[in-house]
Protein backbone atom coordinates (compact mmCIF):
# COMPACT_ATOMS: atom_id res chain seq x y z
CA UNK A 1 0.00 0.00 0.00
CA UNK A 2 1.84 3.27 -1.30
CA UNK A 3 2.28 5.59 1.83
CA UNK A 4 4.52 8.37 3.05
CA UNK A 5 5.46 9.01 6.40
CA UNK A 6 6.69 12.27 8.96
CA UNK A 7 7.53 13.02 12.19
CA UNK A 8 4.32 13.61 13.83
CA UNK A 9 5.12 16.59 16.05
CA UNK A 10 8.19 18.94 16.59
CA UNK A 11 9.25 21.60 18.66
CA UNK A 12 11.23 24.82 18.06
CA UNK A 13 11.99 27.97 19.28
CA UNK A 14 11.58 31.67 17.25
CA UNK A 15 14.63 32.32 15.41
CA UNK A 16 15.79 28.83 14.32
CA UNK A 17 15.87 26.91 11.39
CA UNK A 18 13.17 23.78 11.19
CA UNK A 19 13.82 20.78 8.82
CA UNK A 20 10.96 18.30 8.10
CA UNK A 21 11.46 15.27 6.24
CA UNK A 22 8.35 13.67 4.06
CA UNK A 23 9.93 9.43 3.28
CA UNK A 24 7.88 8.16 0.19
CA UNK A 25 9.14 5.40 -1.42
CA UNK A 26 7.05 4.61 -4.64
CA UNK A 27 6.45 8.26 -5.86
CA UNK A 28 5.36 8.44 -8.92
CA UNK A 29 7.98 9.05 -12.14
CA UNK A 30 6.88 12.57 -13.46
CA UNK A 31 5.09 13.61 -10.68
CA UNK A 32 6.12 16.80 -8.02
CA UNK A 33 6.35 16.74 -4.38
CA UNK A 34 4.61 19.62 -2.60
CA UNK A 35 4.26 20.89 0.59
CA UNK A 36 1.23 23.05 2.60
CA UNK A 37 0.71 24.51 5.82
CA UNK A 38 -2.71 24.44 7.75
CA UNK A 39 -3.64 26.35 10.43
CA UNK A 40 -7.08 25.53 12.33
CA UNK A 41 -10.33 25.66 10.51
CA UNK A 42 -8.49 26.86 6.97
CA UNK A 43 -7.40 24.59 4.40
CA UNK A 44 -3.86 23.63 3.44
CA UNK A 45 -2.22 26.57 1.81
CA UNK A 46 0.55 26.36 -0.65
CA UNK A 47 4.10 26.51 0.51
CA UNK A 48 6.53 24.90 -1.82
CA UNK A 49 7.34 22.43 -4.62
CA UNK A 50 9.63 20.56 -6.40
CA UNK A 51 10.84 17.74 -8.69
CA UNK A 52 14.58 17.07 -7.76
CA UNK A 53 17.74 18.60 -6.34
CA UNK A 54 17.00 22.19 -4.57
CA UNK A 55 13.99 24.72 -4.86
CA UNK A 56 13.72 28.14 -2.48
CA UNK A 57 11.11 30.63 -2.52
CA UNK A 58 10.91 33.54 -0.26
CA UNK A 59 9.40 31.59 2.73
CA UNK A 60 11.04 28.00 2.32
CA UNK A 61 13.44 25.30 0.44
CA UNK A 62 12.81 22.00 -0.51
CA UNK A 63 15.65 19.20 -0.66
CA UNK A 64 15.12 16.44 -2.65
CA UNK A 65 17.65 13.87 -3.20
CA UNK A 66 18.61 11.89 -6.61
CA UNK A 67 16.74 8.68 -5.48
CA UNK A 68 13.29 11.04 -4.90
CA UNK A 69 12.38 9.18 -2.02
CA UNK A 70 12.29 11.61 0.54
CA UNK A 71 11.94 15.52 0.71
CA UNK A 72 13.01 17.77 3.53
CA UNK A 73 11.12 21.39 3.97
CA UNK A 74 13.01 23.82 5.10
CA UNK A 75 11.93 26.67 7.18
CA UNK A 76 14.57 29.65 8.26
CA UNK A 77 14.30 31.29 11.07
CA UNK A 78 10.39 30.37 12.26
CA UNK A 79 8.19 32.73 13.94
CA UNK A 80 5.34 32.18 16.49
CA UNK A 81 3.05 32.52 12.74
CA UNK A 82 4.49 29.29 11.55
CA UNK A 83 2.66 27.19 14.18
CA UNK A 84 0.89 25.15 12.30
CA UNK A 85 0.92 21.68 10.86
CA UNK A 86 2.67 20.64 7.82
CA UNK A 87 2.05 18.41 5.17
CA UNK A 88 3.75 17.15 2.00
CA UNK A 89 1.36 15.91 -0.86
CA UNK A 90 3.21 13.16 -3.50
CA UNK A 91 1.67 11.30 -6.79
CA UNK A 92 2.74 7.56 -5.78
CA UNK A 93 2.26 4.81 -7.75
CA UNK A 94 0.00 2.34 -6.96
CA UNK A 95 -1.05 -1.07 -7.99
CA UNK A 96 -4.47 0.73 -9.68
CA UNK A 97 -2.59 3.75 -11.39
CA UNK A 98 -1.82 7.22 -9.50
CA UNK A 99 -2.39 8.20 -6.40
CA UNK A 100 -2.82 11.45 -4.60
CA UNK A 101 -1.44 11.01 -1.03
CA UNK A 102 -0.91 13.63 2.13
CA UNK A 103 1.40 11.97 4.49
CA UNK A 104 0.02 12.32 8.33
CA UNK A 105 1.54 15.70 8.92
CA UNK A 106 3.54 17.22 11.44
CA UNK A 107 2.17 19.83 13.76
CA UNK A 108 5.27 22.31 14.87
CA UNK A 109 5.63 24.21 17.70
CA UNK A 110 7.22 27.30 17.86
CA UNK A 111 8.00 28.93 21.56
CA UNK A 112 9.07 31.93 22.03
CA UNK B 1 -13.39 36.42 -5.57
CA UNK B 2 -9.50 34.60 -7.12
CA UNK B 3 -9.77 31.63 -4.33
CA UNK B 4 -11.32 28.20 -4.15
CA UNK B 5 -14.76 29.01 -2.64
CA UNK B 6 -17.03 26.42 -1.37
CA UNK B 7 -20.36 26.33 0.52
CA UNK B 8 -21.35 25.38 2.85
CA UNK B 9 -18.78 26.29 5.30
CA UNK B 10 -20.43 24.31 7.57
CA UNK B 11 -23.40 21.54 7.29
CA UNK B 12 -25.23 19.50 9.88
CA UNK B 13 -27.58 16.60 8.80
CA UNK B 14 -29.42 13.67 10.45
CA UNK B 15 -27.99 10.24 9.89
CA UNK B 16 -30.18 9.35 6.89
CA UNK B 17 -30.46 12.56 5.07
CA UNK B 18 -28.62 13.56 1.86
CA UNK B 19 -26.70 15.98 1.65
CA UNK B 20 -25.03 18.48 -1.02
CA UNK B 21 -21.73 20.10 -1.03
CA UNK B 22 -20.48 22.53 -3.79
CA UNK B 23 -16.78 23.87 -4.90
CA UNK B 24 -16.31 26.73 -6.97
CA UNK B 25 -12.67 26.11 -8.50
CA UNK B 26 -10.23 28.82 -9.33
CA UNK B 27 -11.19 30.41 -13.03
CA UNK B 28 -10.16 28.11 -15.97
CA UNK B 29 -8.54 25.61 -13.35
CA UNK B 30 -8.12 22.09 -15.51
CA UNK B 31 -7.82 19.98 -12.64
CA UNK B 32 -10.48 19.51 -9.35
CA UNK B 33 -9.75 17.70 -6.66
CA UNK B 34 -11.59 16.45 -3.52
CA UNK B 35 -10.31 15.59 -0.34
CA UNK B 36 -11.80 14.41 3.39
CA UNK B 37 -10.13 15.12 6.72
CA UNK B 38 -10.92 13.69 9.87
CA UNK B 39 -9.93 15.24 12.61
CA UNK B 40 -6.81 15.44 13.77
CA UNK B 41 -5.56 13.16 10.49
CA UNK B 42 -4.12 14.52 6.89
CA UNK B 43 -7.20 14.77 3.73
CA UNK B 44 -7.55 11.79 2.26
CA UNK B 45 -8.41 11.44 -1.53
CA UNK B 46 -11.62 11.12 -2.88
CA UNK B 47 -11.98 12.03 -6.47
CA UNK B 48 -10.36 13.90 -9.20
CA UNK B 49 -11.62 15.61 -12.14
CA UNK B 50 -10.25 16.89 -15.72
CA UNK B 51 -12.68 19.60 -16.87
CA UNK B 52 -16.05 17.71 -16.92
CA UNK B 53 -14.23 14.17 -16.45
CA UNK B 54 -14.15 12.28 -13.36
CA UNK B 55 -10.65 10.60 -14.04
CA UNK B 56 -10.39 9.09 -10.74
CA UNK B 57 -12.81 7.80 -7.76
CA UNK B 58 -11.14 5.21 -5.98
CA UNK B 59 -10.88 6.83 -3.22
CA UNK B 60 -14.86 7.39 -2.95
CA UNK B 61 -15.46 4.99 0.21
CA UNK B 62 -18.77 3.57 -0.72
CA UNK B 63 -21.26 4.22 -3.20
CA UNK B 64 -23.01 6.72 -1.02
CA UNK B 65 -20.87 9.00 -2.68
CA UNK B 66 -20.96 10.85 -5.78
CA UNK B 67 -19.44 13.46 -7.21
CA UNK B 68 -20.06 15.18 -10.47
CA UNK B 69 -18.77 18.33 -12.84
CA UNK B 70 -20.82 18.76 -15.34
CA UNK B 71 -19.55 21.88 -17.71
CA UNK B 72 -15.90 21.43 -15.98
CA UNK B 73 -16.08 24.41 -13.66
CA UNK B 74 -18.22 23.95 -10.47
CA UNK B 75 -18.43 21.10 -8.86
CA UNK B 76 -20.84 19.00 -6.29
CA UNK B 77 -19.98 16.57 -3.94
CA UNK B 78 -23.46 14.49 -2.79
CA UNK B 79 -23.59 12.03 0.49
CA UNK B 80 -26.74 9.82 0.41
CA UNK B 81 -28.14 8.52 3.02
CA UNK B 82 -25.45 9.89 5.39
CA UNK B 83 -23.68 8.03 8.21
CA UNK B 84 -21.82 9.19 11.40
CA UNK B 85 -18.51 8.21 10.09
CA UNK B 86 -19.32 10.50 7.10
CA UNK B 87 -18.78 13.38 9.45
CA UNK B 88 -15.16 15.35 8.45
CA UNK B 89 -14.30 18.41 6.59
CA UNK B 90 -14.45 18.06 3.02
CA UNK B 91 -11.67 19.90 1.14
CA UNK B 92 -11.98 20.82 -2.80
CA UNK B 93 -8.93 22.13 -4.38
CA UNK B 94 -8.11 23.01 -8.29
CA UNK B 95 -5.13 23.41 -10.37
CA UNK B 96 -4.25 24.52 -13.57
CA UNK B 97 -2.50 21.41 -15.11
CA UNK B 98 -3.64 17.92 -14.73
CA UNK B 99 -2.17 15.61 -12.46
CA UNK B 100 0.37 16.55 -9.79
CA UNK B 101 3.00 18.68 -11.98
CA UNK B 102 1.38 22.21 -10.61
CA UNK B 103 0.53 23.38 -7.28
CA UNK B 104 -3.35 22.71 -5.84
CA UNK B 105 -5.06 25.22 -4.65
CA UNK B 106 -7.41 24.66 -1.32
CA UNK B 107 -10.96 25.94 -0.45
CA UNK B 108 -11.39 26.06 3.47
CA UNK B 109 -14.00 22.63 3.60
CA UNK B 110 -16.93 22.09 4.50
CA UNK B 111 -17.44 21.04 8.30
CA UNK B 112 -19.98 17.84 8.01
CA UNK B 113 -21.66 17.42 10.91
CA UNK B 114 -23.94 13.74 11.07
CA UNK B 115 -26.02 13.85 14.22
Known amino acids: LAKTTQPISMDSYEGQEVNITCSHN???????ITWYQQFPSQGPRFIIQGYKTKVTNEVASLFIPADRKSSTLSLPRVSLSDTAVYYC?????????????FGPGTRLSVLP | GAGVSQSPRYKVAKRGQDVALRCDPI?????LFWYQQALGQGPEFLTYFQNEAQLDKSGLPSDRFFAERPEGSVSTLKIQRTQQEDSAVYLC?????????????FGDGTRLSIL
Open chain 2, 93 to 105: ASSSETGGRQPQH
Open chain 2, 27 to 31: SGHVS
Open chain 1, 26 to 32: NIATNDY
Open chain 1, 89 to 101: LVVLEGNYGQNFV
